[in-house]
């Protein structure tokens, strides 16, 4: 494998333009090529998508996606230092490598990747930062049409496993159903916390989510964030007495809820399969309307 051609030592290019990890951004760098391969492998093959990358950084992981085929890649970044010291993968790679300086909470990628010429689809990969790695994932898990067709991403390791988790654990949540109402969800491996630098105080894990089919993914995320907002909001409690918050907004009663969705009212959230709160969710639309 080929690390692209002249490049810089990733460890220089943050010495010679000042880049001093900010705490603000979530800042843990990746520096061993060997780690940010295996991450870029995941994405499986590259040759029919183009890469959006969220948060590059000093450029480590791109450097593997672009090194593992990636057709084209368009890289979001919102500390504006790195934009220009990612110059000499510009230089590399020429028209495969686009940096713009972007909120990735609030950028629309896919019409930026576009603007950039990438035509997709497109593959997301980020080691995420971590103030930020929740709200991103729902965004792209929720948005519709889905414009991804896979996406790579590390966080750290407790919100992978809740991503991932199955009813009856306690990591078992709101994050794991609305992530697997919307997309098949596999933690790929961890990552200790010294692997980075520098390393944060919790390890990590990287995760790979591909969009469900249309007629299997899970359409109305608002009721089903309503549900299990009221539901695991109140964990402790059985759905009859957790379950009035999300009831209170319709004309029917939590028992009549559950009743419809064919669940046992002396159940707690952590026990309801994922299909149990898309049925839940359905009942409360209808209750609402
Ligand atoms: N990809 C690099 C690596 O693996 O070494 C850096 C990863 S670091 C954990 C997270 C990166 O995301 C930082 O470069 C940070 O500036 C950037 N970032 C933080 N918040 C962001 C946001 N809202 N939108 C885009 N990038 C963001």
């Known amino acids: 494998m080929s690390t692209g051609p002249n490049l810089p030592a990733l460890r220089d290019v943050v010495a010679s333009h000042g880049l001093g990890a900010d705490k603000r951004f979530g800042q843990h760098f990746l520096f061993d090529l060997n780690l940010t391969t295996k991450i870029a492998r995941l994405c499986g093959d590259m040759s029919g998508a183009d890469i959006i990358e969220i948060g590059p950084g000093p450029g480590g992981l791109t450097r593997a996606l672009l090194a593992e085929g990636a057709r084209r890649l368009v890289a979001i970044e919102k500390d504006p230092r790195f934009i220009t010291a990612l110059d000499h993968l510009r230089e590399a790679y020429r028209e495969r490598f686009t940096a713009i300086e972007a909120d990735a909470l609030s950028a629309d990628e896919a019409e930026l990747a576009r603007a950039a010429g990438s035509a997709g689809p497109f593959i997301i990969a980020s080691n995420l930062p971590y103030n930020v790695g929740t709200p991103l994932v729902l965004k792209w898990l929720q948005a519709e049409p889905v414009w991804w067709r896979r996406a790579v991403l590390m966080f750290q390791k407790e919100v992978a496993e809740r991503i991932v988790a199955e009813p009856g654990s306690s990591a078992y949540g709101r994050l794991a159903v609305m992530a697997q109402s919307r997309a098949a969800c596999r933690l790929a491996f961890t990552l200790p916390a010294r692997a980075f630098t520098p390393p944060p105080k919790v390890d990590s894990a ?42 209170s907004q319709t004309a029917s009663t939590a028992d009549a809820l559950l009743h419809a969705a064919g669940l046992d009212p002396g159940a707690r959230a952590e026990t309801i399969s994922i299909k149990g709160f898309q049925a839940l969710a359905s009942a409360w639309r209808t209750a609402r309307s």
């Open 206 to 247: 990287v995760v790979v989510l591909e969009p469900l089919p249309e007629d299997a993914r899970f359409k109305d995320v608002h009721a089903l964030e309503i549900v299990t907002a009221s539901a695991f909001g109140q964990r402790r409690k059985t759905l009859r007495r957790s379950l009035a918050q999300a009831a």
